[in-house]
């Protein structure tokens, strides 16, 4: 496989998971919301930083210890946990307030930050690579360090994509939703985290 093809590839096999509803998504719009069109951006950026350590950490031959089901239930209940926390703290801070300038530049550390938690927080995101990445990467290796990059720009561009058009999207409506409204999709996102969090908990422990 060429190049090129690796790249394309990527980005739609990428593209498909990115469309599939989760935390990352629920996270995605509550801080549109709240703070504007860049947390899309910023919060793959995060995401991003992390699969590039997993990247790293795949092609130094570390799959197999990841594949390994205590590792994988040790990290659902971790992740379980940390959704929970994170949903807890969505549903107490429903008031809707923006300040376009001070929020965008207060909470560009804190997005990427969030990006990276609620990533790593998701056993399913870890299923992912190390299986449907790691396959990739079987594809991309032989081609050399470029082939590694194009698979990684592939794949992380079709993140920014969608992420970026949800919040940019949001950004653009959000000034025709009421307060209420906003404290509606809120708690939503938040009982949505709560919900998947308490299902990786219980799926670990039975």
Known sequence: MNLFAIGVSSFVVALSGALSPG?????????????????GPLLIAGHSIL?????????????AYL?????????????????LLMAISMLKKT?????????????RGSSIFHGIVVSISNPYWLVWWVTIGLAYLSIALPRGFSGLIAFFLGHISADFFWYSLVSYSINRGR??????????????????????GVFLIIKALI
């Open 67 to 83: 594949k390994e089901p205590g590792i994988s239930k040790l990290l659902s209940i971790a992740g379980g946990c940390v959704l």
């Open 95 to 107: 008031k809707f307030e923006f300040s376009p300038q001070q929020n965008i530049n207060t909470t």
């Open 175 to 196: 000034t025709k939703f009421s307060p209420f409204v906003y404290r509606i999709v809120t708690v939503c996102c938040g009982i949505f985290l709560s919900i998947f």
């Open 23 to 39: 935390p990352l998504l629920a996270v995605t719009i509550t801080r549109s919301f709240k703070y504007g069109a860049s947390q």
């Open 51 to 63: 699969e590039f350590v997993m990247v790293l950490l795949l092609v130094a031959g570390f799959g």
